[in-house]
């Protein structure tokens, strides 16, 4: 690396001063971010087995070395996008009724879960979870951390309202908001919701965690 010299009044020379890096030695966010994007654009095409750098790079419109300066597997990869998710998390709904809460969270959930590229990475990485503990760990966290974030919210919202009462499971809580959905969506993979479904179901687990 090149660095610049120079002498004080006294003669005497002080510590070298570095240049700041440029070009490829600096990290592009937008580049990074397109990689991201290519992750899952490759879950969805070709599933976690059968993706590769190579395919990732191709989609991000980068060389391979952009990918691998960043993360260096594809198991790494997929980790850090899988886990970023749950960081990311929903938006709290706060209508200030429990049933319009949950409504509103259902319609968001419902959305994001059918979307064509979640509806096909989700199972490949549930089905790859079961062989590998840490996309197994990635997949729990990036599920059940960001679903539970917001509905701890929910829920709590309720019972400052007096909608619920201060000594509820908060697990089991938890298991009544968000199990029916993803049952729903993402294990029997439910081709299409009952009319009225989304509706019925917050009116039900409303129902339900008021009798906790």
């Keep these: 690396m090149l660095v610049r010299m120079t002498t004080n009044a006294d003669g005497h020379q002080p510590r070298?001063?570095?240049?700041?890096?440029?070009?490829?030695?600096?990290?592009?966010?937008?580049?990074?971010?397109?990689?991201r994007a290519a992750v899952f654009e490759e879950l969805a095409a070709v599933g976690y087995a059968r993706m590769s750098i190579e395919g990732i790079a191709r989609r991000a419109g980068v060389g391979k070395t952009a990918v691998y300066r960043r993360w260096r597997s594809k198991l790494h990869l997929v980790l850090d996008v899988v886990s970023a998710i749950a960081?990311?998390?929903?938006?709290?709904?706060d209508t200030g009724s429990l049933e319009s809460d949950l409504r509103l969270l259902y319609e968001v959930t419902s959305r994001a879960l059918r979307h064509p590229v979640a509806s096909q990475i989700l199972p490949d990485l549930q089905a790859e979870a079961a062989r590998n503990p840490e996309i197994?760990?990635?997949v729990?966290?990036?599920?059940?951390?960001?679903q539970e974030g917001v509905a701890s919210k929910i829920v709590a919202a309720a019972e400052q309202r007096g909608e619920v009462g201060?000594?509820?499971d908060h697990d089991l809580a938890?298991?009544?908001i968000s199990g029916p959905l993803y049952w729903r969506s993402?294990?029997?993979?439910?081709?299409?919701?009952?009319?009225?479904?989304?509706?019925?179901l917050a009116r039900s687990t409303a129902a339900a965690?008021?009798?906790?």
């Design 16 to 35: 070298p001063r570095r240049r700041a890096p440029a070009g490829a030695a600096v990290l592009r966010a937008d580049v990074t971010e397109a990689i």
């Design 87 to 93: 960081v990311q998390g929903l938006p709290a709904p």
């Design 136 to 138: 197994a760990d990635a």
């Design 140 to 146: 729990q966290k990036a599920l059940r951390e960001g």
């Design 166 to 168: 201060s000594g509820y």
């Design 174 to 176: 938890l298991d009544l």
């Design 186 to 200: 993402v294990v029997i993979r439910s081709p299409k919701l009952p009319k009225g479904y989304l509706a019925s």
């Design 209 to 212: 965690l008021k009798a906790l």
